[in-house]
């Protein structure tokens, strides 16, 4: 009996409380565990979250510098305002939750710095190196890292589902991926346009996949999901106390930009439908954006409670890929908002773009002007499933292929 190839997954994950950066994690691991591998998400700290670099980066730019010891100081002198003294204490318990779920959930590396990566011995460690998914080669974060340049010769490298998610790159840019790239075995992206950004000036072949999220199927994550309490939400909200999500429907409002435009299109929504807005802000400035708005705020969520929000909401109300993807997979009527202009060289549009497209779902792509104007369809769903499991087992097959080729 053969032993279980070791595979090292570098992608978005040390500290990284976002949802969708958790669950793909957990995801993805989950999917090469079933073909008979031993998958662990390689705990490394990006240069970028070390302190040292970060006061590099103030003092190479002043003015940046200066705004944050004003925001500092003003903190100090009025002692936090309401919002911000909330998201504090709501913060800790959010990251708390978080912990826990990928202690239980997801098998990890000891955290090691980036710059100790290339005097380790990960690649012996290790059969395969495989990068994503997520946004890992997202220029405006990315690390050297998800290049795998320390990688030995010889060693086994896979890019499963790594999303580049900007519209175009610079000549500088350009560069490190002709540098680290055409050494990959097999690269795969999240989005038609990613794939043909690569190809356009990299000599390799790139195939589209699904995010691991839409990998595992409705049934799979309802099985993690669980409910979420409003006692020890928002307290200077008026919170339904005593409610759960159970037998009371709601429309779910998350959404990672701060646009007003984008407030005031749920809030319109949620006054026609007459449903209670729940808001789950992620961020202090999303909480400042959603202080006026309506309804329930949710910030001490956890990863579980997050997929038990989405799955049970009579709607949801996005500006996020993965909020999408959950809401595709449990069949939840929803509406999309760009969160940044198609005419922003940082927007990330293009992943929504693709999964929409290849599920015909490109009318739940809407306008804050369309408030007064959206509908729900009963029949969204109507052949849905059919192309998410032809796309499903085309990119497992995909995935088995690069494993074990």
């Not at 009527?333 to 990330?348: G, I, K, P, Q, T």
């Amino acid at each position: 009996m053969s032993q279980a190839k070791k595979i090292g997954v570098f992608t978005l994950y040390h500290k990284n409380v976002n949802y969708g950066a958790t669950l793909q994690a957990y995801s993805l691991q989950k999917k090469l565990n079933e073909h008979k591998c031993n998958a662990y998400v390689v705990d490394f700290i990006p240069v970028e979250q070390t302190f040292l670099w970060r006061l590099s980066w103030l003092l190479c730019h002043p003015q940046k510098f200066f705004h944050a010891l004003n925001k500092r100081l003003h903190f100090i002198q009025t002692s936090a305002d309401i919002i911000e003294g909330e998201y504090n204490r709501l913060w800790k318990g959010k990251i708390n939750k978080r912990e826990l779920f990928c202690n239980k959930y997801i098998k990890t590396s000891q955290p090691i710095s980036e710059k100790k990566l290339y005097k380790s011995k990960i690649t012996d460690y290790y059969d395969i190196l495989l990068v994503g998914s997520d946004q890992v080669w997202n220029p405006n974060f990315c690390s050297k890292a998800h290049f795998l340049p320390f990688a030995k010769k010889g060693r086994k490298k896979l890019a499963y589902a790594a999303s580049i998610s900007v519209p175009y790159l610079t000549e500088r840019e350009k560069k490190l991926f002709i540098k680290w790239l055409p050494d990959f075995d097999y690269i795969t992206v999240r989005e038609n346009e990613g794939k043909q950004l690569l190809e356009s000036f990299l000599n390799v072949k790139v195939e589209t996949v699904l995010d691991p999220t839409l990998l595992l199927t409705s049934d799979d994550w309802s099985k993690l999901a669980e409910p979420i309490s409003l006692q020890n939400q928002v307290s200077y909200r008026n919170n339904d106390k005593n409610s759960s999500n159970e037998g009371s429907e709601y429309i779910l409002f998350a959404a990672l930009g701060t646009d007003p435009s984008h407030r005031q299109f749920a809030k319109r929504v949620a006054e026609r439908l007459n449903l209670r807005l729940k808001i789950l802000s992620t961020t202090l400035d999303e909480m400042r954006a959603n202080r006026d708005m309506p309804g329930d705020e949710l910030v001490d969520v956890s990863p579980n409670q997050y997929l038990y929000l989405v799955k049970n909401a009579a709607l949801v109300i996005t500006d996020s890929f993965h909020c999408t993807a959950f809401s595709i997979n449990f069949h939840r009527n929803f509406f999309v908002l760009r969160r940044n202009s198609d005419n922003d060289a940082a927007n990330m549009n293009s992943r929504i773009y693709t999964i929409l497209s290849e599920l015909g779902l490109e009318s739940q792509l809407v306008d804050p002007s369309d408030a007064d104007t959206v509908q729900i369809k009963q029949d969204l769903y109507c052949g849905v499933d059919e192309k998410l499991n032809l796309l499903r087992e085309r990119s497992e097959s995909i995935l088995v292929k690069m494993l074990n080729d």
